[in-house]
């Protein structure tokens, strides 16, 4: 028993050793088609390493930017009261500037990686006193010493902390010094030395505040003085008129604050300011630092557990940011159509010349089955080869990604498309070496298969559509399905229409002269590669749904930037308009100045909502006329002349111009206007679209009526002009030499001035659009050159096949540049099959499940879909440049073959 267990073993080594050996020998013999197959793996590799890496970097750099662009409104806010009227205080000054000492280690983990700098701000309530100009109202802070380096004393020093000296006999509180800012000294004639007594809390004592330095700030915005207002701006007081008197802010030490924040007359309040450095996030740490604000802001215990005092979170970090999630959420749609691109060509690739060996081996197998080897041996066999050939061509794909800094962060992926590649030859293989099946069950399953495909890609369009995606993830998997499965479907539909459509070109070729044409029509029957259609569909449609796509945010962006400015330049808070007008129109553009009043009551019969209303001139609607034919305002041009052209003002009501949602609030309603206090009645006579700036409800009014009205209603005081109420503080202009000059007139102070170009630069700079577009380069010529690479593949594997045809037909008499009726004849129809297919996946893409692209979000407003006339063109013209390659290749190879070859071998089945 033994003997035959050990000869039986034996046997079965002998039989893995001989089926090795029969791996190794087939190897050898196709090495070549094998090292094309390894290359073409790698290749397939290191586009599913690095093209998630690429998505990664692009959101990435978009949360850093987002982050930046939220400022101090994404800041983590704790506040906490230093005292009180009954100098019952929850914690000190000094003890909360410890405590935001301790801040960074006290935060989640997450939170603290991100902390960039700590501020804290403590300000006790107003305090009223006389200075030597008149009323002082003052309120003072603590100096918090990491915010020292920002200062540049310019008299005196900083507050020691040291007030014993110069304390005033009998006085119940000793001088607090403080640093005073220059600005502040100057309007309230302050210098250093002076003294000002301020009053406390009722029934306390007085407080006497002692200047000891005067300071110059180098960076008023810096966050240090955020939580500190009135340091750097003093405001002057007003009463009737007449300047009484000045409110600011000075600053002490924290022991002099503690030592006199009990005779305040209200609670002082501190807040501690934790800004986060925007370098340090990635799209995963703005999620994790939202929902570690969110539990801070529900409770603060975790965070003050040992300290003595209570303090309240808030923050505005959610709120900042929260446009940014949907605007990802597009850009990942985006993204990862151009990743289903790129990574689906370079697997269909892969898999028609892995295919491609399998049936070159079919005799093989034949002969393999005709001495009894199993459908398990042979899968065995093909299996090995496969797995060992994947394996190393992923090694090696992997290998160059890492080398350019890209490391998997997406196994899935990569394993799914290595799945793909090494199954797929081992199930061609089984498919040559199993029994026909019959024609009837072959159907079925042909039938179950197709529509199990087209009920999955249905699915994913329409999920996608609906806005589902997958949290966290980096690649959209609905996103990088759909346009693949899209593509499938559109494959098998047209796979056999091609087949029909040649049927007629082969009748006409028949009826004319010459051989070029019947052979062209000859081998386009033998065009029909599924996998090549497939890839070429696949390709044309993500290159057409990605610059479709990328086109329409581009112009919406630029009517977004049009809706911004309203005109090529706009100046608001003009303190000379009519002088800024000239000087435009000298330049040669076109100017106008209206007054523009923000917050109108617009009252209809017993409702009032609130408007922006733009008082305007002859002048606006020339600049209206002077926009582009695209620009939705310049159809408001006659409405706004007919504006103007109209009688009423002195007696009557005023005519003025709605916009479409004001008219249907007050339609059938008396309305009238509080014009600066005054009640004007109006009168609509017609509708615009919208104000200059295009936000908000908008009222045209002409200004020389409402001027008029205003004289004959309200009599001017002595010294007044009615036109007071209605100043010329904004500035349009368009056309030739606007920018140059608004940019002159923006090195002066000369108001606010706003450039349409910069706006869409700016737009365009964002981290989301411009890593799309990048993105989009990149994969179009990427998938391009795959395209191109699947036709040359095609025409590689056929050219022995019509190198065989060529020789038999040289024979005849035909001659050899034939074969490029061979070979265009064959690429042809898979050429236009590929471009006609394309387009319909991409309509379907775009037209179904363009909501899912966000293009709006990305745009910055509406954005219809354009589709340019030169796309087609391109589209077309690069087709013809690689189908002229594919035959180019050809002709050598296919001239290969001899005449006298085949007529002494005989054509090989």
Not at 147 to 169: C, F, H, K, T, W
Not at 305 to 331: D, R
Not at 414 to 429: E, Q, R, S, W, Y
Not at 736 to 756: F, K, L, Y
Request: hydrophobic residues 50%; glycine residues 10%.
């Amino acid at each position: 028993m033994s003997v035959y267990r050990s000869g039986s073993g034996w046997r079965g080594v002998r039989a893995i050793g001989a089926s090795f050996l029969l791996v190794v020998r087939r190897a050898r013999k196709d090495l070549a088609p094998l090292l094309g197959i390894v290359v073409l793996i790698a290749i397939m590799s290191a586009i599913a390493v690095a093209a998630p890496r690429e998505v990664d970097a692009t959101l990435d750099r978009a949360a850093r930017e987002a982050v930046a662009a939220a400022g101090t409104g994404a800041d983590l806010l704790l506040r906490s009261s230093i005292s009180d009227e009954a100098g019952v205080g929850t914690t000190t000054a000094e003890r909360l500037l410890t405590f935001a000492g301790e801040m960074p280690g006290r935060l989640p983990d997450g939170l603290s990686a991100a902390v960039a700098e700590v501020h804290t701000g403590i300000l006790g309530p107003e305090l009223s006193g006389t200075g030597p100009l008149g009323v002082v109202r003052m309120r003072i802070g603590v100096l918090d010493p990491s915010a020292e380096a920002d200062l540049r004393v310019v008299q005196g020093e900083l507050p020691s902390g040291d007030e014993s000296e110069g304390a005033v006999e009998g006085a119940a509180v000793a001088p607090i010094d403080v640093v005073i800012s220059a600005p502040s000294a100057e309007a309230a004639g302050l210098t250093v030395g002076d003294s000002v007594t301020v009053a406390g809390r009722v029934g306390g004592n007085d407080i006497t505040v002692r200047v000891v330095g005067i300071a110059e700030v180098i960076d008023a915005s810096a966050r240090a003085w955020v939580d500190l207002p009135g340091v750097w701006d003093p405001r002057e007081i007003s009463s009737r008129g007449a300047r009484s008197g000045v409110t600011f802010t000075v600053l002490s030490d924290v022991a002099a604050f503690d030592r006199v924040s009990n005779e305040f007359s209200d609670v002082s309040m501190g807040i501690i300011r934790t800004a986060f450095e925007p370098s340090t996030f990635t799209l995963q740490r703005v999620d994790d630092v939202r929902a570690e604000i969110d539990a801070i802001e529900t409770s603060t215990s975790d965070i003050s557990q040992g300290a003595p005092l209570s303090v309240s979170a808030t923050s505005g970090y959610e709120a900042a940011l929260e446009g940014f999630t949907a605007a990802v959420t597009a850009a990942t749609a985006q993204l990862s159509v151009l990743a289903a691109g790129l990574l689906g060509v370079a697997v269909l690739i892969t898999v028609l010349s892995t295919t491609a060996l399998a049936r070159r081996r079919r005799t093989e197998i034949a002969l393999l089955r005709s001495r009894g080897a199993s459908l398990g041996v042979i899968g065995a066999h093909a299996a090995t080869e496969s797995a060992v050939v994947t394996l190393i061509g992923a090694g090696l794909g992997v290998a160059a990604a890492s080398m350019f800094g890209d490391r998997v962060d997406s196994l899935l992926l990569l394993c799914g498309a290595m799945v793909i590649v090494a199954v797929t030859p081992v199930v061609t293989t089984l498919n040559w070496a199993r029994e026909a099946v019959t024609s009837s069950r072959a159907r079925a399953f042909r039938i179950a298969g197709v529509a199990v495909l087209v009920a999955v890609a249905a699915l994913a369009v329409i999920a996608q559509r609906s806005g589902v995606s997958v949290e966290g993830a980096r690649i959209d998997p609905l996103a990088l399905a759909a346009p693949i499965l899209c593509a499938a479907v559109v494959a098998l539909v047209l796979s056999p229409l091609s087949g029909a459509a040649v049927r007629p070109i082969s009748r006409l070729a028949s009826r004319t002269r010459g051989p070029g044409a019947l052979l062209a029509a000859s081998s386009a029957r033998d065009g029909r590669s599924a996998v090549t259609l497939f890839a070429l569909i696949l390709a044309v449609s993500v290159a057409v749904t990605s610059v479709v796509l990328l086109h329409t945010v581009a112009a919406g962006q630029e009517s977004a930037s049009w809706r911004a400015v309203g005109a090529d330049v706009r100046i608001d808070d003009a303190t000379d308009a009519a002088t800024l007008v000239d000087e435009f129109e000298g330049a040669g553009a076109t100017a106008a100045a209206i007054a523009e009043l923000p917050g109108v009551d617009v009252k209809g019969d017993g409702r009032s909502s609130k408007a922006t209303v733009f008082a305007v001139e002859e002048d606006y609607a020339q600049v209206l006329s002077a926009l582009p034919a695209g620009h939705a305002q310049r159809a408001d041009a006659d409405a706004v002349r007919r504006l103007v052209a109209q009688d009423g003002g002195a007696q009557g009501p005023v005519p003025v111009l709605f916009d479409a949602r004001l008219t249907a609030v007050t339609e059938g309603d008396t309305v009238t206007l509080d014009i600066d206090g005054t009640s004007v009645p109006v009168t609509v006579v017609g509708a615009a679209v919208a104000g200059p700036a295009g936000s908000g409800r908008s009222v045209f009014i002409d200004r020389s009526s409402l001027l008029a009205y205003l004289d004959g209603v309200v009599a001017p005081s002595a010294g007044e002009e009615s036109l007071a109420a209605v100043p010329l503080s904004t500035v349009l202009a368009a056309g030739t030499n606007a920018r140059s000059t608004a940019q002159a007139i923006s090195n002066g102070d000369e108001g606010s001035v706003m450039i349409r170009e910069d706006v869409l630069t700016q737009l365009r700079a964002d981290a989301l659009v411009s890593g799309v577009a990048t993105a989009t380069l990149q994969s179009l010529i990427g998938t391009g050159i795959l395209a191109l690479l699947a036709l040359v593949v095609t025409a590689v594997l056929g050219a022995r096949r019509r190198g065989r045809i060529l020789a038999l037909l040289g024979a005849l008499g035909v001659p050899k540049r034939a074969n490029i009726a061979l070979a265009t004849g064959e690429l042809v129809p898979l050429v236009v099959s590929g471009i006609v297919g394309g387009g319909v996946a991409a309509a379907v893409a775009i037209g179904v499940a363009g909501s899912a692209f966000g293009v709006e979000i990305l745009a910055g407003g509406p954005a219809p879909i354009i589709v340019s006339p030169w796309l087609i063109a391109a589209v077309v013209g690069a087709a013809a440049v690689a189908l002229a390659i594919a035959v180019a290749i050809d002709m050598p190879l296919s001239r290969r073959v001899s005449t006298a070859e085949i007529l002494r071998t005989g054509e090989e089945s």
